[in-house]
């Protein structure tokens, strides 16, 4: 064989048997040769993709053939193909039957498909795209849906594990995590449950690598990887041995860490590390590597022991029922039910609740859930997820319906080649096949433009998933999901041959007889061609109100006004190390503070313990407060407040109006007056039109008293102006203000500094002079607040660009839709139009006759679309922000639109209708 | 082959030598050796030759034959009065 001939042709070689390799390869590939340096010569690059395609159909077909051959007689009972074609010599006609012979067909279908499209690009190109087009986009969906929703978990027992979780409807907090003794209590007193694992998450500073680094660590008690049915990938992970406070500190890092922190290092195990949380700094050792799961409830570096979080073997940790940080998941019971598990849960709170009254607060609403954790882990992506599959679901069938309008069309104008094939003795089986491996051909070649577009769009939603999800790392273009696709072009292309009528035998030749030249068109088609086109301009229309509401929700979300401004301000986290004492931290933060407000460039600065819109705090949420002379109504919520501590200067830093009293000054210090500034929305709430300055508001809530927050009255200095910190899209919280030197300094940990000119380019300067004060200093998550702005929108940025896309494509798809359908109308009424001019019809009534019937067909999907559109945009109602999903300034507006689209889509083969010339259509008689 | 249907008959290197071993197999066609007016073959080309046998020449009339007829009949319907 030779070795000079390329790669490539050789290993096409192998398509064939060894025997006829033997026999012929070297011949093979001498004609190869020969054969692609001709059709180079001939037409260049695109020589070249001919050779390839004829080549490897050649290749594909002939192989497969000798191959069959080589199968024992015995084995061969289907293949019924005779001795060889010499023994049908005579016969009236080729018997169609067998493998053998079906082969030789579809190679001569497959090449008059190839050599019949090439003479029709422009339908060939619009076919590929549209399809190509819908595929990618259910692909790109299906790949998101399967690997979210769909694939298994990689926990063993995964349908076992529940997640429960504690909220407090009446508090506003739909998860107020449980306390150790009640996770005992559930424990405890649940039969249908095996197991319970407790996890709660701290940050921590891990020293003993070059350089400390800051890491989500998730505390987890013994069985927490037993009752998950995870192993480790490496080393072993925290087990029974690791639980009480005798055991020595261990770390199983999440492989997500070992492999980006750690460089997937196989010798960290045994590795000793100090841990820097809340308290003393522990050593613990590294013993493992935890297999790749989604994390849940939240994105985890290391999972540590109990005894590496001092704080987790206090007794307020343990014994304290309303010291809640820990997250709960659970196994059931062999042959328990989520059900069963549910009115235990019920029970045991009922009792807990009766017994110990002070620790649930009945306007509250405490209340325990089981949701199996495969939904948990899928709760927000599902519906969205939904929605967008949905949707693509829809290009989908408008793509379809627009293919077989495509098919439709053509085959009517072949109607005259497919007459005569039928009349030369080809039967209606053999005009079926050869449209279907036309369709075959085109619906590949999509379904090829389909995965390769999907595979294009599939970063961009992962990093869209991900913000529903921790399973959006598992999402993949896999074998499935180009199952999926094939399947979705088979079927397409199937469907598309089975649409048009064909002609046979004797009304074959009369059809052919009658029309001559010109194709007819019978009416059963043309009202297919129809319903097609109003099909899709009504399900256009129902995506365009889709994306039109979204947009509105995106526009009214941009021009809400957060109570503060947004320009010019950079915001990032200073978090301390609360191994020191308080004062020392407290001095060092204003040290900083003072520091950064000195530097050129900036108007002023202040410390937080929450960067508004950055949706991220440990002390979020509505705390309980008492409110001087204020009786909460009997077995009503007892009044709360969200927690904010602020530093003086916050209030001008951020620019939030103040409407009455004062901002806090460097005089509100621990011996002071101890004194609070509350929101407009609260002053509303508890004060009613009466002035608030001077009256007095206590935080109670029973969380404080593990970080030294007393019950102390605090005097209302201030009232500030609403604000929207927790997100654009949310209603104004009541907060309460308090000041940064009358608080232990736990909760702050935020600087915002206003800049007089662009704030990022401010940031080395302000890093600078924060590592000036203490080199160890971590400072993270710079950004300024409009990008967070930005950001916090971005869910809904990105649902709304995703549909419009979709939308769009939809719309321009159903133009191309209408405007082929009325130009075949006006192709085959061309005789007619040429008389009426000939009798002196006037060009703008024939205009005006094809516009009405473009007219008549978007009327009618624009009407079916809005009865559509009223019955299904209540399902994105929850996705809707200010704009009501009936919303008539969006369904006017699209009506305009696909009304106006429609027009132009009709105008020009108007305007070709207008422009037959008698002579032409009469000479064709 | 190419030039002599004027480009209409386009075979594939696969298709060709798997019709060439099958109509050996089948009786149709021999391999021989080059015939005197081949001129010199070079040693280790590639070039084959083929002989068409009686039984071979019995089918490929027979094939023609009803190829004829075909074509017949489907002129008959084409021309056939209106």
């Known amino acids: 064989m030779s070795d000079s001939s390329p790669r490539s042709h050789r290993l096409l070689l192998r398509v064939y048997p060894r025997w006829f390799r033997e026999e012929f390869g070297a011949d093979l590939l001498a004609h190869l040769g020969c054969q692609r340096t001709e059709s180079r010569y001939r037409a260049a690059w ?14 594909l077909l002939t192989g497969a053939r000798l191959r069959l051959e080589g199968v024992p007689e015995r084995w061969r009972w289907w293949w019924r193909r005779g001795a060889s074609r010499s023994a049908r010599v005579g016969d009236p006609g080729p018997e169609w039957k067998g493998v053998g012979p079906m082969i030789d067909a579809l190679t001569r279908d497959l090449r008059q498909a190839v050599n019949g499209l090439a003479k029709n690009p422009g339908y060939a190109f619009i076919f590929i795209l549209t399809l190509g087009l819908g595929i990618g986009a259910n692909t790109a969906m299906f790949s998101a849906v399967n690997g979210v929703l769909l694939r298994p978990l990689p926990h063993d027992d995964a349908d076992r594990l529940v997640y429960l979780r504690h909220s407090a409807a ?88 070992w492999r980006s922190e750690m460089a997937a290092d196989p010798t960290v195990l045994g590795k000793t590390l100090e841990i820097r949380g809340v308290g003393p700094a522990i050593s613990a050792t590294i013993v493992g590597v935890a297999e790749p799961a989604p994390p849940y409830p939240e994105r985890t570096d290391i999972y540590v022991n109990m005894a590496a979080s001092q704080h987790h073997l206090d007794a307020s940790m343990t014994h304290d029922r309303t010291h809640r940080m820990t997250e709960v998941f659970a196994k059931l019971a062999p042959g328990a039910t989520v059900d069963a598990v549910r009115s235990d849960v019920a029970g045991i709170s009922r009792r807990i609740h009766a017994e ?56 009517l104008r072949r109607d005259h080649e497919l007459a005569i ?31 390769v577009l999907a595979a294009v769009g599939l970063d961009l939603l992962i990093a869209f998933a991900a913000r529903f999800t921790s399973r959006a790392s598992e999402i993949a273009l896999d074998g499935p999901v180009f199952g999926v696709a094939l399947a979705a072009a088979v079927a397409a292309s199937v469907f598309f041959t089975l649409v048009p009528a064909l002609p046979e035998g004797d009304g074959a030749v009369s059809s052919l007889k009658r029309s001559g030249a010109r194709s007819t068109v019978g009416s059963g088609s043309k009202r297919a061609q129809r319903a097609l086109v109003v099909a899709q301009i009504g399900t256009s229309f129902v995506l365009l109100i889709g994306a039109g509401l979204l947009l509105r929700t995106m526009l009214h979300l941009s021009r809400v006004d957060p109570g503060f401004d947004t320009a010019r301000v950079l915001t990032m986290d200073i978090p301390m190390d609360f191994a020191r004492p308080p004062d020392a931290i407290r001095s060092r933060y204003l040290a900083m503070l003072h520091d950064v407000r000195a530097l050129p460039g900036v108007e002023n600065a202040a410390l937080t313990s929450w960067i508004p819109l950055s949706g991220a705090s440990i002390f979020s949420g509505q705390m309980q407060v008492d409110v001087e002379g204020h009786e909460p109504a009997p077995g009503g919520p007892s009044p709360r407040a969200e927690f904010r501590v602020v530093s003086p200067g916050y209030f001008a830093t951020l620019g939030i109006q103040l409407l009455r009293g004062r901002e806090f000054v460097t005089t509100d210090v621990p011996d002071a007056q101890e004194v609070v500034v509350i929101s407009e929305g609260m002053a509303r709430a508890y004060f009613g039109e009466r002035n608030p300055l001077g009256r007095r508001i206590a935080w109670t809530d029973e969380n404080f008293r593990f970080l030294g927050l007393g019950k102390e009255w605090r005097t209302v200095v201030g009232v500030a102006a609403d604000t929207r910190d927790g997100g654009l899209d949310a209603e104004p919280y ?29 940031v080395s300067a302000v890093r600078d002079v924060i590592l000036a004060q ?40 159903a133009a191309v839709g209408l405007g082929g359908v009325l130009a075949f109308s006006v192709g085959s009424r061309r005789r007619e139009f040429g008389v009426r001019s000939a009798i002196g019809a006037a060009r703008h009534q024939i205009v005006s006759d094809v516009m009405a019937e473009g007219a008549k067909l978007a009327g009618i999907g624009i009407l079916l679309g809005t009865v559509a559109a009223v019955l299904l945009t209540r399902f994105i109602s929850w996705l809707l922000v200010g704009v009501p999903a009936l919303d008539p300034v969006t369904f006017v507006a699209v009506g305009l639109l696909l009304g106006g689209v429609a027009i132009a889509a009709a105008w020009a083969p108007a305007w070709r209708a207008a422009r037959v010339s008698p002579l032409e259509a009469i000479a064709a008689e | 082959m190419e030039e002599r249907t004027e480009g209409a008959v386009l075979l594939g290197a696969g298709t060709l030598y798997a019709g060439l071993q099958r109509m050996a197999r089948d009786g149709l066609i021999e391999e021989t050796d080059p015939p005197e007016d081949a001129g010199e073959v070079e040693p280790g080309s590639r070039w084959r030759f083929y002989t068409i046998t009686r039984p071979g020449r019995e089918a490929l009339e027979g094939e023609v034959a009803r190829l004829e007829s075909d074509l017949e009949a489907a002129r008959g319907i084409v021309h056939r009065p209106a």
Not at chain 1, 46 to 59: I, L, M, N, Q, S
Not at chain 1, 358 to 387: I, W
């Open chain 1, 356 to 411: 110990h009254p002070e620790a649930y607060d009945a306007g509250a609403g405490f209340q325990v859930s089981v949701t199996p954790l495969k939904t948990q882990l899928t709760s927000r992506a599902r519906p969205t997820l939904l929605l967008l599959f949905g949707t693509a679901l829809f290009v989908l069938i408008i793509a379809c319906a627009n293919l077989a309008n495509l098919t439709l069309t053509r085959v």
């Open chain 1, 170 to 257: 009446g508090a506003d907090a739909e998860n107020v995590l449980f306390s150790v003794p009640e996770v005992d209590d559930y424990r405890r007193g649940s039969r249908s449950l095996e197991a319970v694992a407790e996890f709660s998450a701290l940050t921590f500073t891990l020293l003993g690598q070059e350089t400390p680094r800051r890491v989500r660590a998730g505390i987890v008690t013994g069985n927490y990887f037993d009752v998950l049915g995870l192993s480790a990938r490496l080393g072993r992970v925290v087990g029974l041995e690791d639980d009480g406070p005798a055991a020595p500190a261990v770390i199983v890092l999440s492989d997500r860490y």
């Open chain 1, 421 to 451: 094939r039928a009349s030369l003795g080809a039967t209606r089986s053999a005009l079926r096949r050869q449209l279907l491996v036309e369709s075959l051909v085109l619906a590949g070649a999509g379904a090829a433009l389909g995965l």
């Open chain 1, 774 to 813: 203490d080199p160890s200093q971590p400072i993270e998550n710079v950004a300024t607040l409009a990008a967070l702005g930005s950001a916090s929108v971005s869910a809904v940025r990105l649902n709304a660009m995703l549909l419009s896309g979709f939308a769009f494509l939809a719309l321009v798809i």
């Open chain 1, 46 to 59: 695109f020589g070249g993709v001919r050779f390839w395609w004829d080549v490897a159909v050649d290749a």
């Open chain 1, 734 to 762: 009541h907060t309460m203000y308090t000041p940064y030197e009358q608080v232990t300094p736990y909760y702050t940990g935020s600087l915002l500094v206003r800049t007089t000119a662009d704030p990022d380019a401010i």
